[in-house]
Protein backbone atom coordinates (compact mmCIF):
# COMPACT_ATOMS: atom_id res chain seq x y z
CA UNK A 1 0.00 0.00 0.00
CA UNK A 2 2.59 2.33 1.12
CA UNK A 3 4.60 1.40 -2.47
CA UNK A 4 1.60 2.53 -4.20
CA UNK A 5 1.48 5.39 -2.59
CA UNK A 6 4.40 6.53 -3.31
CA UNK A 7 4.71 5.36 -7.00
CA UNK A 8 1.64 7.91 -7.19
CA UNK A 9 3.28 10.92 -5.76
CA UNK A 10 5.95 9.77 -8.25
CA UNK A 11 4.30 10.12 -10.99
CA UNK A 12 2.29 12.96 -10.45
CA UNK A 13 5.35 15.25 -9.15
CA UNK A 14 6.96 17.20 -11.71
CA UNK A 15 10.38 15.62 -13.04
CA UNK A 16 13.78 17.36 -12.10
CA UNK A 17 15.78 18.57 -15.03
CA UNK A 18 19.58 20.01 -14.32
CA UNK A 19 18.18 23.10 -16.91
CA UNK A 20 16.49 24.32 -13.81
CA UNK A 21 19.92 25.33 -11.82
CA UNK A 22 19.88 27.93 -14.95
CA UNK A 23 16.28 29.41 -14.26
CA UNK A 24 14.97 32.11 -12.26
CA UNK A 25 12.81 31.94 -10.01
CA UNK A 26 9.60 32.66 -11.45
CA UNK A 27 10.40 30.56 -14.86
CA UNK A 28 11.03 27.60 -12.32
CA UNK A 29 7.75 28.91 -10.48
CA UNK A 30 5.85 28.65 -13.98
CA UNK A 31 7.01 25.07 -14.56
CA UNK A 32 5.76 23.69 -10.95
CA UNK A 33 2.29 25.94 -10.94
CA UNK A 34 1.48 24.12 -14.09
CA UNK A 35 1.67 20.85 -12.79
CA UNK A 36 -2.14 21.41 -11.36
CA UNK A 37 -1.76 17.68 -9.65
CA UNK A 38 1.42 18.03 -6.95
CA UNK A 39 3.43 20.82 -5.72
CA UNK A 40 6.49 18.24 -5.86
CA UNK A 41 9.19 18.01 -7.69
CA UNK A 42 10.87 13.87 -8.29
CA UNK A 43 14.54 14.39 -8.24
CA UNK A 44 16.73 11.11 -8.84
CA UNK A 45 20.34 10.90 -9.33
CA UNK A 46 22.38 7.81 -10.05
CA UNK A 47 25.10 6.73 -8.05
CA UNK A 48 27.64 7.46 -10.50
CA UNK A 49 26.36 11.10 -10.42
CA UNK A 50 26.79 11.11 -6.41
CA UNK A 51 30.47 10.62 -7.13
CA UNK A 52 30.06 6.88 -6.15
CA UNK A 53 32.89 4.01 -8.05
CA UNK A 54 31.65 0.90 -10.10
CA UNK A 55 33.93 -0.65 -6.89
CA UNK A 56 30.88 0.56 -4.25
CA UNK A 57 28.08 -0.79 -6.59
CA UNK A 58 30.06 -3.80 -6.34
CA UNK A 59 30.08 -3.94 -2.49
CA UNK A 60 26.27 -2.80 -2.12
CA UNK A 61 25.33 -5.79 -4.83
CA UNK A 62 26.73 -7.74 -3.04
CA UNK A 63 25.26 -6.37 0.21
CA UNK A 64 21.94 -7.57 -1.65
CA UNK A 65 23.03 -11.04 -2.36
CA UNK A 66 22.70 -9.92 -6.28
CA UNK A 67 19.00 -9.43 -5.96
CA UNK A 68 18.11 -7.52 -9.52
CA UNK A 69 15.19 -6.66 -8.34
CA UNK A 70 15.89 -5.53 -5.44
CA UNK A 71 19.84 -3.12 -6.58
CA UNK A 72 17.16 -2.22 -9.31
CA UNK A 73 14.91 -0.79 -6.85
CA UNK A 74 17.08 0.30 -4.18
CA UNK A 75 20.85 1.60 -5.82
CA UNK A 76 19.27 1.83 -9.23
CA UNK A 77 15.73 3.81 -8.04
CA UNK A 78 14.08 2.21 -11.12
CA UNK A 79 10.43 1.66 -10.41
CA UNK A 80 9.23 -2.04 -11.01
CA UNK A 81 6.68 -1.40 -14.24
CA UNK A 82 5.54 -5.18 -14.02
CA UNK A 83 3.15 -7.42 -12.00
CA UNK A 84 2.38 -10.69 -11.00
CA UNK A 85 0.38 -11.71 -13.53
CA UNK A 86 2.36 -9.88 -16.64
CA UNK A 87 1.67 -11.45 -20.11
CA UNK A 88 4.95 -10.33 -20.86
CA UNK A 89 8.61 -12.09 -20.02
CA UNK A 90 10.49 -10.18 -17.25
CA UNK A 91 13.41 -10.86 -19.75
CA UNK A 92 11.32 -9.23 -23.04
CA UNK A 93 11.18 -6.17 -20.53
CA UNK A 94 14.40 -6.06 -19.36
CA UNK A 95 15.78 -5.88 -22.63
CA UNK A 96 13.11 -3.23 -24.26
CA UNK A 97 14.40 -1.30 -21.06
CA UNK A 98 18.04 -1.51 -21.91
CA UNK A 99 17.12 -0.01 -25.19
CA UNK A 100 15.67 2.71 -23.98
CA UNK A 101 17.58 6.28 -24.85
CA UNK A 102 18.77 9.56 -23.08
CA UNK A 103 17.44 13.13 -25.16
CA UNK A 104 20.30 14.95 -26.49
CA UNK A 105 18.58 17.84 -25.39
CA UNK A 106 15.35 19.31 -23.42
CA UNK A 107 13.11 22.18 -23.83
CA UNK A 108 10.34 23.46 -22.02
CA UNK A 109 7.21 24.53 -24.34
CA UNK A 110 5.75 27.53 -23.19
CA UNK A 111 8.20 27.98 -20.46
CA UNK A 112 6.72 24.88 -18.39
CA UNK A 113 5.77 21.22 -20.38
CA UNK A 114 9.58 18.91 -20.63
CA UNK A 115 9.69 18.36 -24.54
CA UNK A 116 12.87 16.05 -25.31
CA UNK A 117 15.43 15.89 -28.75
CA UNK A 118 16.29 12.36 -29.97
CA UNK A 119 17.83 13.17 -32.79
CA UNK A 120 18.32 16.36 -35.57
CA UNK A 121 16.61 16.49 -38.47
CA UNK A 122 16.10 18.45 -41.63
CA UNK A 123 12.65 19.67 -40.88
CA UNK A 124 12.50 22.28 -43.55
CA UNK A 125 13.19 20.20 -46.67
CA UNK A 126 10.60 17.39 -46.45
CA UNK A 127 7.97 16.90 -43.83
CA UNK A 128 8.11 15.40 -40.48
CA UNK A 129 5.17 13.46 -39.05
CA UNK A 130 3.88 14.59 -35.50
CA UNK A 131 1.42 12.27 -33.41
CA UNK A 132 -0.31 13.65 -30.84
CA UNK A 133 -2.72 11.82 -28.39
CA UNK A 134 -4.89 13.76 -26.30
CA UNK A 135 -5.82 12.75 -23.05
CA UNK A 136 -7.68 14.33 -19.24
CA UNK A 137 -4.53 14.35 -17.94
CA UNK A 138 -5.21 12.53 -14.72
CA UNK A 139 -2.63 10.48 -13.23
CA UNK A 140 -0.88 8.13 -15.73
CA UNK A 141 -3.52 9.02 -18.59
CA UNK A 142 -0.96 11.34 -20.30
CA UNK A 143 -0.88 13.79 -23.33
CA UNK A 144 1.58 12.70 -25.93
CA UNK A 145 3.31 14.42 -28.51
CA UNK A 146 6.17 11.90 -31.04
CA UNK A 147 7.82 13.58 -34.06
CA UNK A 148 9.03 11.05 -36.11
CA UNK A 149 11.37 11.63 -39.03
CA UNK A 150 9.40 10.66 -42.19
CA UNK A 151 11.99 8.95 -44.20
CA UNK A 152 13.80 7.22 -41.77
CA UNK A 153 10.51 6.40 -39.15
CA UNK A 154 13.13 7.63 -36.18
CA UNK A 155 11.58 9.69 -33.04
CA UNK A 156 12.86 12.95 -33.46
CA UNK A 157 12.12 14.20 -30.17
CA UNK A 158 8.76 13.51 -28.20
CA UNK A 159 6.79 15.15 -25.06
CA UNK A 160 4.71 13.11 -22.38
CA UNK A 161 3.05 14.81 -19.62
CA UNK A 162 0.08 13.94 -17.21
CA UNK A 163 -0.91 17.54 -16.35
CA UNK A 164 -1.12 19.58 -19.76
CA UNK A 165 -4.19 20.85 -20.32
CA UNK A 166 -5.95 20.47 -24.07
CA UNK A 167 -5.41 24.10 -24.97
CA UNK A 168 -1.85 23.85 -23.76
CA UNK A 169 -1.45 20.98 -26.06
CA UNK A 170 -2.82 22.80 -28.85
CA UNK A 171 -0.46 25.64 -28.32
CA UNK A 172 2.32 23.50 -28.21
CA UNK A 173 1.84 22.20 -31.33
CA UNK A 174 0.99 25.48 -32.81
CA UNK A 175 4.65 26.37 -31.58
CA UNK A 176 6.23 23.24 -32.86
CA UNK A 177 4.85 23.84 -36.14
CA UNK A 178 5.23 27.63 -36.91
CA UNK A 179 8.59 27.46 -35.17
CA UNK A 180 10.60 24.43 -35.63
CA UNK A 181 8.84 22.12 -38.18
CA UNK A 182 6.22 24.27 -40.69
CA UNK A 183 6.14 21.22 -43.56
CA UNK A 184 4.98 19.10 -40.55
CA UNK A 185 2.04 16.84 -41.09
CA UNK A 186 0.06 16.40 -37.86
CA UNK A 187 -1.58 13.08 -37.09
CA UNK A 188 -3.76 14.07 -33.45
CA UNK A 189 -5.82 10.94 -32.54
CA UNK A 190 -9.83 11.35 -31.99
CA UNK A 191 -11.03 10.28 -28.61
CA UNK A 192 -12.79 11.99 -25.76
CA UNK A 193 -10.89 15.10 -25.74
CA UNK A 194 -10.91 18.06 -28.30
CA UNK A 195 -7.86 20.14 -29.14
CA UNK A 196 -7.99 22.70 -31.41
CA UNK A 197 -5.10 24.20 -33.21
CA UNK A 198 -4.72 27.64 -34.44
CA UNK A 199 -7.97 30.03 -35.91
Do not use: H
Not at 38 to 52: A, F, P, R, V
Not at 94 to 99: A, F, H, Q, S, V
Amino acid sequence: MEGQYACTMKDLATPFNEKFYDLTYPQLRQILDANTKSDYMYIKYTYQELGQTEQWFNEVCKLLNYSWPDIRREILLEWNSGVTDSPFNPDDLETIRTMVKQPISVVYLLGKYRFETYMQADTRTYPVIIGVDPASGFMRDSSCITIIDSQTTKVLGCMNCNFITPTDLARCIEFIVKNWMPNAIINCERNGETITVGR
